[in-house]
């Protein structure tokens, strides 16, 4: 479990992320997926990312302290953003430099929404963490919405997509920030891969 969790810092590009020994477990996922949402559920602190309707709110890389031993970070979303593409294409480098270049970078999780198909976007981002061997695992948000055999679909339908490319298929996990689904699941995972 989290005891403490803090906002550190937010960086506009890679220069200005945290410079101490501590690992970055880092959360990305298309916009709108619900990633404020699932980061506020694991740290137990409502307002700790900004919960938005608006997708692309996220422009920033943003930095929490978890218990004094390493980051959460939170990632700008992908995809969709009601912004100018000039702007888009920033958030696309802001990303790219930082899960591609970011020797802190421990662990990404990428998040999808349970009740849709496996987008192209996420298909494509997923094939680049591969390119670049970025140790990456899955989670599945807003499964409240599905009942566990719908979740068991939805799960095998993205491992039978991923095998297409993948000889090892990644971690995958199903969440809610709704009603705390998959939280120890995840921290017990975050705790291991921390080791």
Same mark, same amino acid.
């Given at each position: 479990? =989290?005891?403490?969790?803090? @906002? &550190? %810092?937010?960086?506009?590009?890679?220069?200005? #992320?945290?410079? /101490?020994?501590?690992?970055?477990?880092?959360?990305?996922?298309?916009?709108?997926?619900?990633?404020?949402?699932?980061?506020?559920?694991?740290?137990?602190?409502?307002?700790?990312?900004?919960?938005?309707?608006?997708?692309?709110?996220?422009?920033?890389?943003?930095?929490?302290?978890?218990?004094?031993?390493?980051?959460?970070?939170?990632?700008?979303?992908?995809?969709?953003?009601?912004?100018?593409?000039?702007?888009?294409?920033?958030?696309?480098?802001? =990303?790219?430099?930082?899960? @591609? &270049? %970011?020797?802190?970078?421990?662990?990404?999780? #990428?998040?999808? /929404?349970?009740?849709?198909?496996?987008?192209?976007?996420?298909?494509?981002?997923?094939?680049?963490?591969?390119?670049?061997?970025?140790?990456?695992?899955?989670?599945?948000?807003?499964?409240?919405?599905?009942?566990?055999?719908?979740?068991?679909?939805?799960?095998?339908?993205?491992?039978?997509?991923?095998?297409?490319?993948?000889?090892?298929?990644?971690?995958?996990?199903?969440?809610?920030?709704?009603?705390?689904?998959?939280?120890?699941?995840?921290?017990?995972?975050?705790?291991?891969?921390?080791?």
């Amino acid at each position: 479990m =989290i005891a403490r969790a803090e @906002f &550190k %810092c937010s960086s506009e590009r890679l220069g200005q #992320v945290p410079k /101490d020994g501590l690992k970055d477990i880092a959360f990305i996922g298309r916009s709108n997926v619900g990633k404020s949402s699932l980061i506020n559920m694991l740290t137990g602190r409502k307002g700790l990312a900004k919960v938005s309707g608006t997708p692309g709110k996220t422009r920033l890389i943003n930095h929490f302290l978890i218990d004094g031993e390493w980051y959460l970070v939170d990632l700008p979303g992908y995809g969709y953003a009601r912004t100018s593409k000039n702007q888009r294409s920033g958030f696309a480098k802001i =990303i790219t430099d930082y899960v @591609f &270049k %970011c020797e802190r970078l421990h662990f990404l999780f #990428v998040l999808v /929404d349970s009740r849709i198909e496996p987008q192209r976007i996420d298909l494509a981002f997923i094939e680049q963490l591969g390119i670049h061997g970025i140790p990456f695992g899955i989670i599945f948000t807003k499964c409240e919405k599905l009942s566990s055999a719908q979740r068991r679909r939805t799960i095998e339908t993205y491992s039978k997509r991923l095998s297409e490319q993948w000889e090892e298929l990644p971690p995958m996990l199903v969440s809610s920030s709704a009603n705390g689904m998959g939280k120890e699941e995840i921290l017990a995972f975050v705790d291991n891969i921390l080791k």
